[in-house]
Structures are given as structure tokens and as C-alpha cells.
């Protein structure tokens, strides 16, 4: 049977007890929860709406306002939580060894992995699905809310590429500039293997990218 809300007993938040006073950030949680889940269920970006969401968590879509003003809002917070995400994933993958080299092929493999196994995700945070302009235009969100995306996440690959410099496995001389050229090799390796998949990548293509964007002396000696 329908409720008021449009919802069946089905729907995954028809049995949704509301929150009491002070638990808004519960509710909060809840809604961002709910777009996640439809984010990796449809595997469509654009399928997060406000219409949606609500519906899925089970609230009127009212609600939604009290913590996110509009869809970029929301969009804005999945951002920062797949960042969050894989800025663990690579620091699950960058315990530091007595090879740095080692180390930083490690990290940049768990960011390759992460972009093939979250793909949804991965676009999310780059494929400008959300825009940032339009965003900050309406106030949705903060500036700093926005530059600060993906800094977590390079900073772990400049301290891999610092320790390979440290070890003289490298000669760059900039390990925060030369971190930035990294991952832009790897963010253009990730995106062309998921809208390239039958290309038949050289199983070395990785350290291929990743040997001259870090000035390995190995890389650059060949």
C-alpha cells in the first residue's frame, strides 16, 4: 500500500523511524546513504536526484533541505566521501618498506585498482558531473570545501615520491609539483581503461606512466 510519501512497503525506506530532536546529523547520514546507494545500484550519476534520494531514504523530499540546499550539495558531499575512500584505500597500500620505489608503485596500483573496482564512483569525483561553478554561484557550497578535494589523497603519493627522492631513487626536485604530474598520468590511465576496456593494454603500460612521471633513475637511465 502507498503512503503519503509516494513509498510501498517494499521500498527500501518505508520502515524508517524518524529521528529525534538533536539527531539531524543522523538523518543527514541517512540521506547521503541513500544517494550512495543509488549511485553504485544504477551506476548513473544523473539518477541522483533530490526526488530519488528521499524516496530511497524514505523521507519527504523536504526534508532533504535542512541539510543539503540542492542536488550539487549533495553531489559535492559523495565527492568527498569517495575521496575519503580512496585516500584509505591508498594508505592501506603504502606502508612504507625498505623499498621506496616498491612503496610508490603500491600506492599508484591501489589507485589504479580503486578507479576499476569503484567505477562509479571514480566518476563521480572527476567526470564533472556536479559542477563546481555552479555550485559555488548558488552558495551551495563553500571554496574551501572545494579545493580541498583530492588533497588527502595526493598528499599520501608526495610522501612516496619524497621518500623515493630521500633514497635517491629519484631525481626530481619537486616532490609536491612532480606528485601533481603523477597523478594526472594515472587519472589519464584510469579514465582510457574504462571507456577503452577491449584496447589490448601492455602489461607494463602501469610502470610505463609511472617510472618517468616520478623521475626514477631507473626510468630515466633507460
Excluded: K
Amino acid at each position: 500500500m502507498s503512503s503519503e510519501h509516494g513509498r510501498t512497503a517494499t521500498d527500501p525506506g518505508a520502515a524508517r523511524q524518524p529521528n529525534r530532536r538533536g539527531e539531524g546529523g543522523r538523518l543527514r547520514g541517512e540521506i547521503l546513504a541513500a544517494a550512495t546507494e543509488i549511485l553504485d545500484a544504477s551506476g548513473n550519476e544523473n539518477a541522483v536526484t533530490l526526488r530519488a534520494v528521499a524516496r530511497q531514504a524514505g523521507i519527504a523530499a523536504p526534508s532533504i533541505y535542512a541539510h543539503f540546499p540542492d542536488r550539487q550539495a549533495i553531489l559535492l558531499a559523495l565527492a568527498q566521501e569517495a575521496f575519503s575512500d580512496l585516500t584509505g584505500y591508498l594508505v592501506a597500500a603504502s606502508s612504507p618498506t625498505d623499498d621506496p620505489v616498491r612503496d610508490l608503485r603500491a600506492v599508484c596500483d591501489a589507485y589504479l585498482d580503486y578507479a576499476s573496482r569503484r567505477p562509479q564512483r571514480y566518476r563521480l569525483m572527476f567526470g564533472g558531473v556536479w559542477s563546481a561553478a555552479e555550485a559555488l554561484s548558488s552558495g551551495a557550497v563553500a571554496l574551501d570545501d572545494v579545493t580541498a578535494l583530492g588533497q588527502n589523497t595526493l598528499e599520501v603519493l608526495t610522501v612516496r615520491l619524497q621518500a623515493c627522492i630521500d633514497s635517491g631513487a629519484s631525481v626530481s626536485t619537486d616532490a609536491a609539483t612532480d606528485a601533481v604530474a603523477l597523478w594526472l598520468g594515472l587519472h589519464g590511465l584510469a579514465h582510457q581503461r574504462s571507456v577503452s576496456t577491449a584496447f589490448p593494454w601492455p602489461s607494463d603500460i602501469a610502470d610505463r606512466v609511472i617510472d618517468p612521471l616520478a623521475r626514477l633513475r631507473t626510468a630515466l637511465a633507460g
